[in-house]
């Protein structure tokens, strides 16, 4: 027993003093870098690990490689002065400026992206939208009836007064996501920040899938928030962090140009999405129609930042047509991740 003791500290030895030599000779690894196990770099790597956590004796090493790619991806649309959308546009017919800079390099370039599509449907159940409340379900129903791509979408009904509630969690079946809306009942205030901050960040921000990926919020309210904890503005940045684009369809038939209404469109505007005021009942239907053909027109682009820092600070985006009469629309920036 007392020679096994023997050996087994002199081999310890031998492997520590190899070990040692191995850390003073291995090369330098730059941050970041990714190295296939087995690789010289990579047990050079891995041993100088071992030295460098000489001082937790006695517990197991883990060497952990982790790659940080800053990468952005960018879903906008191009229309011509008539609101039109352009669907043939090239790469160079754009401008891109992240942090007011040009980006480092563009990685991708697609036209009608066909990327898979995760939707919340937010709707208004208090009772100052009561007149076509049921109209709005019927056209809500047929919406994702045409939209949601069965085994490649998904997406997910919130009804929301002075609270939220979901009614039907993320499927691809309509008609389960059609039974959730119509068992949503009218009544109580309105709480129309908490919903898109608690959807966003509930929901959509959750969702980390290891592929590009569309997300959208379509919100049916009048827009006269007066429940909310929330702000407007930390509304809009919960969404801006999850990468959400709002789109809102009022429910207001006044005819007037109201506080919610303005609401609406600055949710949209900061988002990259799009408002819609339809003034009589059969215009809510086209109102759906409009954002069912918006999602097929999209363009997405994925672009290195220059001078990119994981500080967690807002980083604004500016994208340009290059081409006469052509407007182009996407969100306003994004949240830089924090480590």
Do not use: W
Not at 91 to 115: G, V, W
Not at 173 to 182: P, Q
Not at 256 to 275: C, E, F, N
């Amino acid at each position: 027993m007392k020679y096994t003791r023997i050996v087994f500290v002199t081999v310890l030895m031998l492997a520590m003093a190899q070990v040692s030599a191995s850390a003073q000779s291995s090369a330098y690894v730059t941050p970041g870098s990714v190295l296939a196990t087995g690789s010289p770099a990579f047990n050079n790597a891995a041993a100088t690990a071992s030295v460098t956590d000489s001082d937790q004796a006695g517990q197991d090493s883990v060497l952990t490689i982790r790659t940080r790619v800053d990468e952005v991806n960018l879903l906008f649309i191009a229309t011509d002065k008539h609101g039109k959308f352009v669907r043939n546009l090239v790469q160079s017919d754009f401008a891109i400026l992240d942090d007011h800079k040009p980006p480092q390099s563009i990685l991708e370039f697609h036209r009608e992206t066909d990327l898979p599509l995760e939707m919340g449907l937010l709707i208004d159940v208090s009772g100052s939208v009561n007149t076509r409340f049921d109209f709005e379900q019927q056209a809500a129903t047929g919406f994702l009836q045409h939209v949601l791509r069965p085994r490649f979408d998904k997406a997910f009904v919130l009804g929301f007064n002075n609270h939220t509630q979901v009614a039907q969690d993320f499927t691809d079946n309509v008609r389960l996501l059609s039974a959730g809306v119509h068992r949503l009942r009218n009544g109580g205030g309105t709480a129309l920040y908490d919903a898109i901050y608690h959807a966003c960040r509930d929901k959509l921000l959750k969702e980390r899938p290891d592929h590009p990926m569309r997300k959208a919020i379509i919100v049916v309210s009048d827009g006269e928030d007066n429940q909310s904890e929330y702000t407007r503005a930390q509304a809009i940045e919960m969404a801006q962090r999850a990468e959400v684009i709002i789109y809102a369809i009022s429910t207001d038939d006044s005819g007037l140009i109201l506080r919610g209404d303005k609401v609406l469109d600055q949710l949209a505007s900061a988002t990259g999405g799009r408002a819609f005021f339809p003034y009589k009942t059969k215009d809510i239907t086209h109102s759906f129609a409009a954002i069912e053909d918006e999602l097929r027109s999209q363009y997405a682009v994925s672009y290195k930042p220059a001078d990119f820092d994981a500080d967690g600070r807002y980083r604004s985006i500016e994208i340009t047509s290059l081409k006469k009469d052509l407007q182009v629309r996407a969100r306003k920036g994004y949240f830089a991740p924090h480590q």
